[in-house]
């Protein structure tokens, strides 16, 4: 949900089925959805506002639908409008426009969806779905996913890369939790026993995401050192060019 904009720092290698993932999904999706975004800049319709429309109805469909258990029709309307994600980046490369306020709405807002889904299974699980291990682990899938997003963006923002590929990361909680959950709907229409389905989902995602913030506390650990080292041997090196400077000076002077 957003437009592109220079990262800062040195960004993680994807792994390659990751690369081989975003460049073809990438590739198609593109296609499929650049008249449509060239339509809507006709239409004077901006990115930021496809943005706002498409977190507002992930929000609607993960807090409306899924508290009462309608997975499967709560899971086709955060689908729908998870794609104004592609959509409003389309429109931001078709004008020309890479802002650092795109990125960061981008961001924001996408915590706000992701809160808003696992919220949605929270709330279920305390209410008709009535089973407070699985609202506790829900709890700890949006607490989890909110922090290791947070620390990527800290890590970032002291000046370290953060070069990690997590075990579990934003896209991959998202995909295995909205295909779970849209497959545990279909109990509603008399397929048996997939209603499991979510409660592994939620199970896995909780555990990826704890490997995931460790993985990057680490990496942060380690560029942070590293970085100190470079800054004191880099300072060690400036004095002793002081000095050797001071002392050239001194025997100049004699």
Not at 10 to 32: D, E, I, S
Not at 163 to 188: C, D, K, P, Q, Y
Not at 222 to 234: F, G
Not at 244 to 249: C, F, K, L, R
Request: hydrophobic content about 50%; aromatic content about 10%; glycine content about 12%.
């Amino acid at each position: 949900m957003g437009q592109p904009v220079a990262s800062r720092g040195q960004t993680a290698t994807p792994t390659l089925g990751k690369a081989m993932l975003n460049k073809y999904a990438r590739a198609f999706f593109t296609r499929v959805l650049t008249p449509f975004a060239a339509f809507l800049i006709r239409r004077g319709v901006s990115p930021d506002t496809v943005t706002l429309i498409g977190t507002a109805g992930v929000v609607a469909g993960a807090l409306v639908f899924y508290p009462m258990g309608e997975f499967f029709w709560g899971t086709v309307v955060i689908t729908l409008f998870v794609f104004s994600d592609l959509v409003d980046g389309n429109m931001a490369r078709q004008l020309g426009r890479s802002s650092r306020w795109g990125a960061f709405l981008d961001s924001t807002l996408d915590r706000v969806a992701d809160g808003a889904i696992f919220g949605g299974f929270i709330l279920w699980y305390a209410g008709g779905g009535d089973d407070l291990v699985l609202c506790a682990v829900s709890i700890f899938c949006l607490a989890s996913g909110q922090v290791v997003s947070y620390t990527k963006a800290r890590g970032e923002s002291i000046g370290l890369p953060v070069a990690v590929n997590g075990l579990v990361e934003r896209a991959e909680r998202l995909v295995i939790s909205l295909v779970a959950a849209g497959l545990a709907g279909l109990h509603a229409f008399g397929v048996p026993g997939i209603q499991y389905l979510l409660p592994v989902a939620l199970w896995i995602v909780a555990v990826g995401s704890l490997v995931t913030l460790i993985q990057r506390v680490v990496t942060v650990r380690r560029e942070s050192a590293e970085a100190e080292a470079a800054s004191a041997a880099a300072a060690q090196d400036d004095n002793e060019g002081e000095q050797e400077n001071a002392s050239h000076g001194s025997e100049a002077s004699t």
